[in-house]
C-alpha cells in the first residue's frame, strides 16, 4: 500500500496554541489497514497527533508527524443498566460526549467541553468537576509499535490509570490507541459538588435532580466564562497540573495560607489547586509580549497571535520559579513540549 506523504508542512493549524511551526514528513492515518504499510516506512522521531491540544511545539519537527483521524463510533453491548460503547481514536472529544447524552446514556457530561480526540483521553487521563474518564473507560485497543503494530486490548487496570497519567505516557511511543471503550450508564450520577456546577444550575433555573444533559450544559457554560476558544486566542487548556503534596507539607502551607484550595489526594498527601497559587503569586493577566497568562484562568497559557513555542516555555518556567520561591511547591506542566 502507498503512503501519501507531504513535506514541509505547517502545523500550525494543527495545535491550539496556534504555534508557527512545521513538520519535514507529514501524512494522515485514516485507516488501521493503513498502519503496516505506514509502520515499514517510518523512521525515528514519529510524532502521532491528535487534536494538538496537549502539546507546545517549541521548534520545527525533525522527523514524521502522523496525524490519527480514524472515524467511527460502535455500540458493543446495551443492557437494562447501560452500555458499552467503542470510538475510534480521532473522533472529537466533545463531540462523542454529546452523542453520548443525546443517547441518554451518562458519566462523561462532566467532561464536556474538553477540547482534544477520544484518542488523547486515556493517555492523559482527561479529568474535570471531580471525574476522571479513567472511572467510564473499560478498555483501550492500541497497535504495539514495539511489536509491528500488532493490536492489543488493555483492560482499565492494565492502563495504570492516576492523576493525568496512564501506561501510555509511563511508555511513551509505544503504544498508539485507536479506540476507546467506554461502559456509561442510563441513571445520571449528579456529581455536582465539584467547582461552580450547583451554583451554574441553580443560575439556569435547574432545582432538584438534574440531567445528565443539564450537568452537561452547566459545566459548558463555566468552561465558556473562564477559558478561551483556541480558535480565537491559541491555548492548550490548564498547562499546569495540580500539585500533589505531603500532608505535612500541606498543613504548613494552610497555616500560613488559610485560603489556598486543597483536596484529599490518597493517604498522606493533599492535592492543591494551581490556579490559586499561581493567581496569589502576582501572575493572573501577566504577559510578556505575545505569551500571557490568561486574565479569566491562571492555569491558562495563552498565544495573543505570533508568541512562538519557546517564548510559551519561558513564561511557564518563570512562573515555575515564581510559584517555587514564594510557596515552596513544584508545578508541573501538562502539554508535551518538543
Request: charged content about 15%; overall charge neutral.
Amino acid at each position: 500500500m502507498t503512503i501519501a506523504f507531504q513535506h514541509h508542512i505547517s502545523l500550525q493549524p494543527f495545535n491550539t496554541f496556534g504555534i508557527a511551526a512545521s513538520a519535514r514528513r507529514y501524512t494522515e492515518l485514516a485507516d488501521l489497514a493503513q498502519l503496516p504499510a505506514l509502520l515499514e516506512q517510518l523512521s525515528s522521531p514519529v510524532l502521532w497527533l491528535g487534536g494538538g491540544s496537549n502539546l507546545l511545539l517549541r521548534s520545527d519537527y525533525p522527523g514524521t508527524v502522523v496525524r490519527v483521524m480514524l472515524k467511527g463510533i460502535r455500540l458493543l453491548s446495551d443492557d437494562a443498566d447501560g452500555v458499552i460503547i467503542e470510538a475510534a481514536a480521532g473522533e472529537n472529544w466533545h463531540d462523542f460526549v454529546c452523542h453520548t447524552l443525546q443517547q441518554g446514556w451518562c458519566g462523561l457530561e462532566n467532561l464536556s467541553l474538553i477540547p482534544g480526540t477520544v484518542g488523547a483521553s486515556p493517555i492523559q487521563n482527561i479529568g474535570a468537576y471531580g471525574v476522571e474518564v479513567k472511572d467510564s473507560i473499560t478498555e483501550v485497543i492500541c497497535a504495539d509499535l514495539a511489536n509491528a503494530g500488532r493490536s492489543v486490548t488493555l483492560g482499565n487496570a492494565d492502563c495504570r490509570f492516576a492523576y493525568r497519567d496512564s501506561i501510555f505516557k509511563q511508555h511513551s511511543g509505544r503504544y498508539l490507541v485507536t479506540a476507546v471503550r467506554f461502559r456509561l450508564s442510563r441513571h445520571v450520577s449528579g456529581k455536582t459538588g465539584y467547582g461552580d456546577i450547583a451554583q451554574q444550575l441553580q443560575n439556569m433555573g435547574i432545582s432538584g435532580t438534574p440531567s445528565a444533559q443539564d450537568i452537561s450544559r452547566a459545566v459548558i457554560a463555566i468552561r465558556q466564562s473562564k477559558l478561551p476558544d483556541p480558535a480565537v486566542l491559541g491555548n492548550a487548556g490548564s498547562f499546569f497540573k495540580n500539585p500533589i503534596i505531603p500532608r505535612q507539607q500541606a498543613d504548613a502551607l494552610l497555616a500560613q495560607f488559610p485560603t489556598l484550595p486543597h483536596y484529599p489526594a490518597g493517604e498522606g498527601h493533599v492535592k492543591l489547586a494551581a490556579g490559586w497559587l499561581i493567581d496569589q503569586a502576582g501572575l493572573k493577566g501577566y504577559r510578556d509580549g505575545d505569551a500571557g497568562v490568561h486574565a479569566k484562568q491562571a492555569l491558562v497559557l495563552v498565544n495573543y497571535g505570533h508568541a512562538s513555542g519557546n517564548d510559551i516555555a519561558a513564561l511557564a518556567e518563570k512562573i515555575r520559579a515564581t510559584v517555587l520561591a514564594r510557596y515552596g511547591v513544584t508545578l508541573e506542566a501538562e502539554p508535551i513540549m518538543l
